[in-house]
């Protein structure tokens, strides 16, 4: 190609000819140079850029609505054990945008609830003290002028558009508000949605929605979560203000086992694995190997003292659904910023969404395909014989080995553990006085020196 035409042509198409050219160096397994340029300018730029200087600027507390997809993460905290956790993430986003200078500490962070290893949220509420646009010295005016500023600091700062231009694609910020300084993510919530997918199967629904009616209320769920006497929980009553099961969606091969059902339940606090643990006693009840007045005896003391042995649900259905407060105004957001979230997150759903078709596929061929004979005289195919057994080979295995909760072995009560935690702290601080006492006789005591006679 000569330099003439070279001229000609225009920035876009020179680099969609190089890419063409890339590709058929590529193609034919000629090895491309490396590309190189003079990137000193690059570092002289970042050499003479400034430090941010957040004197200059005043802060605002506010309230941020947090969506993620909890599978591949080990939780919402922040844990010295690991750098993945969804809290790693936002913080590293809040420093990166400058939105705050040092840590969560000094921000005075606040989580509504937190969610563990492999849990999503479409709700999650964080709170905390962030960078305004507004200078610093504007802040000092008082009344009307004030509230006029605070209302036009609002629009100066795009929080969600912000954040989210760092933040990985399945964890997004998808609105703010501002809040009062009194506010607290988690003390000023009033109330947590969470909610739980599950497949019909073979799963006896009426018998589940009168389990849970036995929720709602104000129980003593210590036989509903993980107890860990270290972490300051004392007490174990909650109230429960609504738990029902509904169809969530209905299966495109009108196959009822394949519906796709949700357990939601909605109250004013939660323990630790609350939710995974009452949804482990009402897939048990589903299965009709544990009538619905379970839940009216666990919650009694007196029947079970402490939580008998069973194992919990999975992580990977539940969702923290929504986070309630009175009395807080969401801002809302741009049509263009919501189309960038859901745009990155349908293609997650369009992978998804593949895989359950192909997956639905299988199933309808293998549906299809006649039982012999000598095993179903009638010559059906095997997706009508499957319709007319009365559970799976897995089911009729579990029925028989199945122990009722009550046969059970219990763990041991909080009191008893309690007491064993503080006679070993108590072992501990002996200790450490003991030591602090020998180190302290050792540092005071005077060596005696002895002078031989002349």
């Known amino acids: 190609m000569s330099r003439v035409i070279l001229n000609s042509l225009t920035r876009e198409r020179l680099l969609q000819r190089c890419v063409e050219l890339e590709k058929l160096l590529v193609s034919n397994a000629i090895a491309i140079p490396p590309t190189s340029f003079d990137d000193s300018c690059l570092k002289k730029k970042k050499k003479n850029q400034k430090p941010f200087d957040f004197s200059k600027y005043s802060q605002r507390k506010v309230a941020l609505k947090i969506a993620y997809l909890g599978e591949k993460y080990h939780g919402l905290a922040m844990q010295s054990s690991t750098p993945d956790t969804v809290e790693a993430h936002l913080l590293a986003a809040l420093l990166k945008t400058k939105l705050i200078e040092k840590d969560f500490a000094t921000a005075q962070y606040s989580r509504s609830g937190r969610t563990d290893k492999g849990v999503s949220a479409f709700g999650q509420v964080v709170s905390l003290y962030v960078r305004s646009a507004e200078p610093k010295q504007d802040t000092q005016e008082e009344g009307g002028e004030l509230k006029k500023k605070k209302a036009k600091v609002a629009k100066d700062i795009n929080y969600v558009k912000m954040l989210n231009g760092v933040l990985p694609l399945d964890i997004r910020v998808i609105d703010w508000a501002p809040v009062d300084k009194e506010f607290d993510a988690r003390f000023s919530c009033t109330a947590r949605h969470y909610k739980y997918f599950f497949h019909k199967e073979t799963h006896d629904i009426d018998a589940m929605k009168a389990a849970c ?22 007490q174990f009553i909650r109230t429960i203000y609504d738990a029902f099961v509904t169809k969530y969606e209905q299966s495109p091969s009108g196959e009822e086992q394949r519906d796709v059902y949700v357990f939601e339940i909605r109250g004013r606090g939660f323990l630790w694995h609350q939710v995974r643990c009452i949804m482990a006693i009402l897939f048990l009840v589903g299965k009709k190997l544990e009538a619905p007045e379970i839940f009216k005896e666990l919650v009694d003391m007196e029947l079970y003292p402490s939580k008998p042995a069973y ?8 969702v923290l659904y929504n986070c309630e407060y009175g009395h807080v105004e969401w801002v809302g957001q741009d049509a263009s910023d919501l189309d960038i979230v859901q745009t990155g997150w349908e293609e997650s759903w369009r992978d998804n969404s593949v895989r359950n078709a192909l997956h639905t596929l299988f199933f309808d061929i293998l549906g299809s395909v006649h039982v012999n004979a000598s095993v179903n005289d009638s010559g059906s195919t095997w997706s009508q014989v499957r319709a007319g057994m009365p559970m799976t080979t897995k089911e009729e295995t579990q029925r028989r080995k199945h122990k009722p909760i009550r046969e059970r072995p219990c763990a041991e009560s909080y009191a008893v553990r309690l007491a064993r935690y503080e006679e070993k702290q108590k072992d501990k601080e002996a200790e450490a006085e003991a030591k602090a006492e020998h180190s302290m006789n050792k540092s005071t005591s005077t060596p005696t020196t002895t002078t031989a006679a002349s």
């Open 311 to 318: 194992t919990m649900a999975s992580e990977l259905p539940l």
């Open 213 to 234: 009616k036995h929720l709602v209320g104000e129980h003593d769920f210590s036989n509903f979560c993980k107890v860990d006497v270290a972490n300051g929980v004392t």
